[in-house]
């Protein structure tokens, strides 16, 4: 057998010659000719994918159906788009019995992504529309049977597809005004945080439009009573969370239900478990960088993920080009864009005299709970290498999970008298404590979507981010530098009033006309009465974002 060739052009043609020897040659002779282009593929992902993807069909074909499998993912590893290998390891794992690799969870997701990569084929929204039935997911199976209908009224197995859904509930009808819904979030009041607040706040906001709002989440011993703000709390009991959701279902009787969390998470997955007839079901996925790293270094998990989340009424995501924005593109998701908002709270005059700071007295802010991703300990360690007097100010409480790093927390700021730990606070206290700052900070090594920018935005005080920090890069009013250059650049800034006043107002302009809860309220109410997607919401023209 002659060496292969190493010009890309040489290789496409010789692989295209192997595999038009699949008629005429015995199966052998072709694998160990595929097997020898291997080497020479390395660099050419998009090759080396169609002839792993070939090796796995003949593989199927000899009945060797683990190795298939391993193939199969290998060629999808080399190039995630190799459509081929998407079809033909749905069909594997539609078919086995096994539960490590027959997940039809995972052969949705699968399904769901070439229905992305090649819209116009029929043929792949009959699969997906058999998928979501065998995952019991009947309004996408009636979706998807649309889709195909559109495309090719005549393709096969559409009939048969359309027969099965005529004996099941078609989609529940658009809302035509609003109804009643049941949000899910992982903590809520009295836990301090993003997630609760953002929960609390498209609560009220939500409730203002006319939707009959509830609370379900996880049960705090420090909760005193069964409501807040008017808002009705169901509790869930660790261990117990598919369980408490039907319960609360059962008791709230939602139109739809509205889940923000991390998408490992329980008002997620839970959610997107629950079987029909089910309220409409609206995510928020809240994805960070090691969120998605872990998704997407795991790829039986993020298939299923896909699987899962492909059954939701809507999808939103918190970013434009985010982590989660990417996630829900790469999954074929419709785009609903569903940014953070904020109220701008009215400011407690009296909170920096709290913190032990002098009237009018400069200072530096940074407000975040006590989680290791925020870095708080590595930004006292670049505070520590500076000798000037300028107080930091550090708004937060305890993660529940993680006690030793406040305690760290504690004991650096102990030994630094420009640190003041003002633990927890209100909502007027921090907006008081950003009328008075000269800059936020927020050092996290991973964030979302932070909320924090936009309160410092709504209070025009210009803030300085880490790399880190997800979509941060989307607003105006602040500069991203890495941590060491946390506190030379808050030095300048405070050095140069223009500018600092200047992102102060370019910040607060961009939340005005972009992440309040005029603007992201009715984007909700939307998506809750039953649209899919969203029209775009874009900055005001020659809005400046944030700069590097």
């Not at 982590?323 to 829900?328: E, G, T």
Request: glycine letters at 8%; charged letters at 20%.
């Amino acid at each position: 057998m002659s060496a292969p060739a190493t010009d890309p052009a040489a290789l496409e043609a010789e692989l295209d010659a192997v595999e038009a020897a699949f008629g005429s040659a015995s199966l052998a002779d072709v694998a160990a000719r595929l097997t020898a282009l291997l080497p020479a593929l390395d660099r050419l992902p998009v090759l080396r994918g169609r002839v792993l993807c070939d090796l796995g069909v003949i593989a199927h074909a000899d009945g060797q159906v683990d190795g298939a499998y391993e193939l199969l993912e290998a060629a999808l590893a080399a190039d995630p788009e190799c459509l081929e290998a998407i079809e033909n390891l749905a069909d594997l794992v539609a078919t086995r019995g096994d539960l490590r690799r027959g997940d039809p969870r995972h052969a949705l997701g699968l399904r769901r992504q070439a229905t992305r990569l090649m819209p116009e084929r029929a043929d792949l929204w009959v699969a997906l529309g058999n998928g979501a039935l065998a995952c019991s997911e009947s309004p996408l199976a009636h979706e998807a049977a649309a889709a195909a209908r559109q495309r090719d009224a005549g393709v096969e197995g559409l009939a048969a597809l359309e027969e099965q859904l005529r004996h099941l509930p078609a989609p529940a009808a658009p809302l035509d005004q609003p109804g009643k819904v049941l949000i899910a979030v992982e903590f809520f009041h009295p836990s301090s945080g993003g997630c609760e607040r953002l929960a609390e706040d498209a609560a009220v906001a939500l409730r203002d439009l006319g939707w009959d709002v509830e609370i379900v989440t996880r049960a705090l011993p420090e909760r005193r009573g069964p409501a807040h703000r008017g808002l009705r709390v169901h509790e869930i009991v660790e261990g117990r969370e598919m369980h408490d959701l039907a319960v609360a279902i059962g008791a709230a009787q939602p139109d739809a239900l509205l889940a923000f969390a991390d998408p490992r998470a329980w008002p997620i997955v839970c959610s997107l478990s629950l079987p029909h007839p089910r309220p409409r079901i609206v995510v928020v996925p809240c994805v960070n960088g090691d969120g998605d790293t872990w998704l997407r270094s795991h790829p039986l998990i993020l298939r299923h993920y896909a699987g899962t989340i492909a059954g939701a009424g809507a999808v939103g995501h918190s970013s434009n080009h985010g982590f989660d924005a990417r996630l829900c593109a790469d999954l074929g998701l419709p785009q609903a864009y569903v940014p953070n908002a904020v109220v701008a709270a009215e400011p407690d005059p009296g909170a920096p005299a709290k913190a032990g700071l002098d009237p009018g007295a400069p200072f530096l802010l940074v407000v975040g709970n006590h989680w290791p991703e925020k870095d708080h300990l590595g930004l006292l360690a670049q505070l520590a290498r500076h000798d000037d007097d300028l107080p930091l100010v550090q708004v937060g409480t305890p993660a529940p999970d993680f006690p030793e790093v406040s305690a760290q927390i504690c004991e650096a700021a102990t030994r630094d008298p420009r640190v003041r730990l003002f633990g927890r606070a209100t909502r007027e206290e921090v907006a008081g404590l950003m009328q008075a700052a000269s800059a936020l900070l927020l050092p996290s090594r991973v964030e979302a979507t932070p909320l924090v920018i936009l309160e410092a935005m709504s209070h025009r005080l210009p803030w300085i981010a880490t790399p880190g920090c997800g979509a941060v890069h989307e607003h105006a009013g602040g500069i991203i530098v890495p941590l060491d250059e946390l506190l030379p650049t808050a030095r300048e800034l405070l050095a140069d009033e223009p500018r600092r006043r200047a992102l102060g107002e370019a910040g607060h302009d961009h939340w005005a006309a972009c992440y309040s809860w005029e603007h992201i309220a009715p984007r909700y109410d939307a998506l809750l009465r039953g649209a899919r997607e969203l029209l775009p919401l874009v900055a005001p023209s020659g809005q400046a974002l944030a700069a590097a």
